[in-house]
């Protein structure tokens, strides 16, 4: 069936440093992949999207390509702030069983703390 | 804000009894989903609906039950509840079921006791 494998958390890292957050997938079909962010207290929120091999997602500094030969969709951002802080997910949007009915899979969060 | 509310933000039960827990969908979205988080097992999808037909089913137990209302809005039922049931249950919706961003409400959190 289609899964989400994250890297394991915690992430610490200080202020400005390069963040890097592995996701892999395995699917049946051509799905969408995102990346969702989870600030304290807060539900999930989209952070970017890429709906097709070597497309790139991008959004308030953050970067994903889409790498469809190595089944990946890895986060990252250049320079880390302290508002960073938080659990990102990496998730997939398939028709697996070419039903009509889309699935989204989720990873299991990496928590990402961002030190002063 | 997402726009997807849920209701109650936070509950607290006893084993064995029975809640309800509400969302409303962003307006105009046909599509809810039910997740649910907790510590150990990470975001694990429950079910969805699609302009009040059950779509899809992920690991949702027998005790749980869901439904779509008329006016887009769902319910979750959790009945005979267990100290593992307590998590934290996302309501998201999207506009169509497939390949769209969903959006997020901001949970409910249900601790049995």
């Known amino acids: 069936g289609n899964s989400v494998t994250q890297m394991e958390g915690p992430v610490t890292l200080s202020e400005e440093a390069f963040l890097t957050i592995n996701c892999t997938y395995t699917?049946?079909?051509?799905?969408?992949l995102f990346w969702y962010v989870q600030y304290p207290g807060e539900g999930l929120q989209l952070l970017l999207k890429a709906t097709k091999a070597d497309d790139k997602g991008s959004n308030k500094g953050f970067e994903a390509t889409y790498r469809k030969e190595t089944t990946s969709f890895h986060l990252e951002k250049g320079s880390v702030q302290v508002s960073d802080s938080a659990v990102y997910f990496c998730a997939l949007s398939d028709q697996g069983d070419h039903s009509g009915t889309y699935k989204y899979i989720f990873g299991t969060g990496t928590r990402l703390k961002v030190l002063a | 804000d997402s726009g997807v509310t849920q209701t109650p933000k936070h509950l607290i039960t006893a084993t064995g009894q029975r809640v309800t827990l509400r969302c409303s969908p962003r307006s105009g979205d046909l599509s809810v989903y039910w997740y649910q988080q907790s510590l150990d097992q990470g975001l694990q999808f429950l079910i969805q609906?699609?302009?009040?037909?059950?779509?899809a089913k992920g690991n949702i137990l027998e005790r749980f039950s869901a439904q779509q209302f008329p006016d887009l809005h769902s319910e979750l039922n959790l009945s005979s509840l267990e100290l593992g049931d307590s998590a934290l249950y996302f309501c998201?919706?999207?506009?169509?079921?497939?390949?769209?961003?969903?959006?997020f409400g901001e949970g409910s959190w249900l601790t049995v006791v």
């Open positions: 998201a919706s999207s506009v169509y079921p497939g390949g769209n961003t969903i959006y």
């Open positions: 609906y699609y302009n009040g037909e059950e779509r």
């Open positions: 699917a049946t079909g051509y799905p969408s």
